[in-house]
């Protein structure tokens, strides 16, 4: 409750100050065949208060920057120290005058530098990008906001190196849903996409499954054993308040957010068996979309909200299935693999993630919606499962147990970069990758 | 004394009803009559000696014999309790076992189903919940509903053995209760089950 609140309050009192608009030129063009990695250069943030920095400030911000930075996949990062002098020397004085020389010589085509000024509990961070290569400003933010939120102000201004570079926005200021039995029994928490500030979002002490992001990132539906049946509620983040808004005889299960952010697919047996309905965010039913003697579950809209997939035993292994959102054209979607599951709808391409079990282990696949370009992303490194797409459709966040005991990572669309989020005891699974939030 | 009576008055009819009746039925009956008359007597009876009457060593005697019967009794009733308990952790021990990704009944699945069948039959006051469980592999989403379909099964095959279908209501855990957290084929094939759990009253 008190940290939702302190987010809203972060972002009342966080004001964004542009300098210029972006340009608007692209970079980087992610989905050219010649795509390469742009070399850029970022400095160590200047203290502009008189304290020193004995927090460390200027070196988290350096770290979680070259993070950011790192993990898109797009930036070849160049080491300050290769400069002749000092960043700080070249840079002295006037706080825009960079050398633009100096950099250019070490093969930086851009650089990111900026300063912090910290007043207690408030921390006050300038950053700016330039072209090297041009000699010119291209973006700078300036961000006021608590200590603790300082990894959260450098997401957001990668976000926007992002958008100057691709003319798209990243998702570093996102946060990935699981479910952990860390505690012994199955709560809900939620992470930052890097994985840190992990936060238990449940107390249900019982089965708590399945947490499906609304479409605007306030809620979180799921599943739970809270009241001895399987049922589903919602969780409203800003007040903590939860509400059961599904309890029929039976399972109540596997709830996914319509991209209108006004229905969920579900799936009840209400009627004696595994069916997908679409009901209301109150519980009320709209439409019974399957109606078949097998199991039908695990719905996955398609951005537009007009077709949903789903997982179905009807031809007698569980398989991939496509249907429009009023029930009908439905059509298988996977063939050449067994058993496929837990399927989930890039929200930037007709592009379907999800697992399956070859060779005795479940690994992640990506497919058209129409079937064909089948890609097989991981291999030989335990089960792979619970894939969910990032908002921008480049990354997807997974469970693994390649290192012991299920946890999550996230590589991008391709299978490269790879990355293990956290290192909790346990079982993670259950993924859902949240919208942005801004 | 007026209940005694009542009741004594009672036995003299019924007594003579069944004598009625047995001596229209044949002579061979006579036996089967002396027999009841040794089970009617359902009033405990009155001690026949008064306390004062006893001698210390008999009081002695019959207290030590009666706590023994009491004893006797408490042991009856926990050996009544204990076998009561060892069947019903025998029924609820036995699963019904399922193929992977299958909630189809194997011709093993059926047996289990027809013993678990009868003991319902013959115990109408114990009602069970049958839970439906999978082995880990695959989503906790699709086992939900893998595990309702085998909870489902197996109860339809109870019902049409003639158990009530209200005494039988069915819940499905997926894979979230597994007998055995091993990862091999041993302990999944322990984990796909459907369990049926006695209810307490």
Redesign the interface.
């Known amino acids: 409750m008190r940290k939702s609140a302190a987010f809203f309050i972060f972002f009342l009192i966080l004001y964004l100050c542009h300098f210029r608009f972006a340009y608007a030129k692209v970079y980087i063009d992610i989905d050219s065949p010649s795509f390469k990695k742009f070399p850029i250069a970022v400095t160590h943030f200047g203290n502009l208060g008189e304290a020193v920095d004995r927090e460390g400030i200027s070196k988290e911000i350096y770290e979680v920057l070259t993070q950011d930075l790192e993990v898109s996949g797009l930036f070849n990062l160049i080491d300050p120290s290769y400069l002749l002098k000092t960043p700080e020397d070249s840079e002295s004085g006037s706080k825009d005058r960079i050398n633009f020389r100096d950099w250019s010589l070490i093969g930086a085509e851009a650089l990111i530098k900026g300063n912090f000024f910290c007043n207690g509990q408030i921390i006050e961070i300038e950053a700016k990008l330039y072209d090297i290569f041009r000699g010119h400003f291209v973006m700078g933010k300036r961000y006021v906001g608590k200590r603790k939120d300082i990894r959260r102000i450098i997401h957001r201004f990668t976000d926007e190196v992002l958008f100057s570079f691709t003319g798209e926005r990243g998702v570093f200021d996102t946060k990935i849903a699981f479910v952990s039995d860390r505690l012994g029994n199955n709560e809900i928490y939620t992470m930052d996409f890097d994985g840190y500030n992990a936060t238990k979002i449940t107390d249900h002490k019982s089965i708590v499954l399945s947490p499906s992001w609304s479409t605007k990132g306030k809620r979180i539906a799921f599943t739970s054993y809270k009241r001895g049946n399987p049922d589903i509620y919602i969780k409203d983040l800003a007040t903590s308040r939860e509400s059961r808004i599904s309890h029929h005889k039976g399972l109540n299960i596997a709830p996914a957010w319509s991209p209108d952010g006004e229905r969920l697919a579900v799936t009840l047996s209400k009627d004696g068996n595994p069916e997908i309905y679409v009901i209301d965010k109150h519980g009320n039913e709209l439409k019974r979309l399957t109606n078949h003697w097998g199991i039908d579950v695990s719905a996955a809209w398609s951005p537009d909200g007009k077709k949903i997939a789903f997982v179905s035993d009807r031809s007698g292994k569980r398989n991939i299935y496509i249907m429009d959102s009023q029930g009908d054209k439905v059509r298988r979607l996977t063939f050449e693999v067994n058993y496929s599951d837990s399927p989930d709808w890039s929200l930037k391409e007709e592009r379907i993630v999800f697992s399956s079990l070859n060779d005795g282990y479940f690994d992640i696949y990506t497919v058209n919606s129409d079937g064909y370009n089948l890609k097989r992303l991981t291999s030989n490194s335990g089960n792979n499962e619970d894939p969910s797409w990032s908002p921008d459709g480049r990354y997807i966040a997974f469970t693994s147990t390649r290192d012991k005991n299920r946890s999550v990572y996230i590589m991008r669309a391709d299978g490269s970069g790879l990355r293990r989020l956290e290192a909790f005891d346990g079982d993670q699974f259950n993924i859902s990758w949240s919208p942005r939030f801004w | 004394m007026f209940k005694r009576l009542s009741i004594n008055f009672l036995v003299i009819v019924l007594m003579l009803s069944l004598s009625f009746c047995l001596s229209s039925c044949g002579k061979d009956a006579v036996k089967e009559d002396a027999l009841y008359e040794e089970v009617i007597p359902l009033v405990p009876e009155e001690p026949e000696i008064l306390p004062g009457e006893v001698s210390e060593q008999e009081k002695a005697l019959t207290e030590e014999q009666l706590r023994e019967e009491a004893l006797a009794e408490q042991r009856e009733i926990e050996e009544a309790a204990r076998r009561e308990a060892q069947m019903k952790e025998e029924f609820e021990n036995v699963d019904v076992h399922f193929d992977f990704?299958q909630f189809s009944l194997t011709v093993e699945a059926r047996e289990v189903l027809a013993k678990k069948a009868s003991w319902l039959l013959d115990h109408p006051d114990i009602n069970v919940e049958i839970e439906g469980h999978c082995d880990e592999?695959?989503?906790?989403?699709?086992n939900?509903?893998?595990g309702?379909?085998r909870a489902?099964t197996a109860k339809k095959y109870l019902v049409a053995a003639g158990v009530e279908t209200k005494r039988i209501p069915?819940?499905?855990?997926g894979e979230?209760r597994p007998l055995d957290t091993d990862y091999n084929e041993t302990a999944w094939a322990k984990n796909r089950r459907a369990h049926l759990r006695i209810l307490s009253d």
């Open positions: 990704d592999r695959g989503t906790n989403e699709y939900l509903a893998l309702e379909r489902y069915t819940i499905s855990y979230e």
